[in-house]
């Protein structure tokens, strides 16, 4: 499996950003694939995930209400949408992918289990 992020940048606080995740290498339609992200010092976290096959979602405390994520079933590409960007999201931004059947929840705070992970793209928002 491969995971390709893109999206990534230098943004303005209230800006909003686009990421994207293109998948390859397998059937995605059972897992669940979004995105965890790192900043300095800190733990990954989970920023929103997605079941491919039932539309389920999953949004982290920090971003509930500021993001929107989607998938392009036909192009395996999930996108995550955040708006009123804040310099406390800057980090780096990993797509996910995972095929375990934990509930979305559980995986969305359980970074370790993840079966699959894409390159960073750092996101950094100035203030």
């Known amino acids: 499996v491969q995971l390709q992020a893109s999206g990534g940048g230098l943004v303005q606080a209230g800006d909003s950003l686009t990421l994207s995740c293109a998948a390859s290498?397998?059937?995605?339609?059972?897992?669940?694939m979004g995105w965890f992200r790192q900043a300095p010092g800190k733990e990954r976290e989970g920023v929103s995930l997605i079941r491919i096959r039932d539309g389920e979602t999953y949004y982290g405390d920090s971003v509930k209400g500021r993001a929107t994520i989607s998938v392009d079933k036909d192009k395996n590409t999930v996108f995550l949408q955040m708006n009123s960007l804040k310099p406390e999201d800057t980090a780096v931004y990993y797509c996910a992918a995972d095929k375990s059947e934990y509930s979305i929840q559980y995986t969305g705070r359980s970074y370790w289990l993840v079966d699959f992970w894409g390159q960073g793209t750092l996101v950094t928002v100035s203030s």
């Open positions: 290498g397998d059937t995605f339609s059972s897992y669940v």
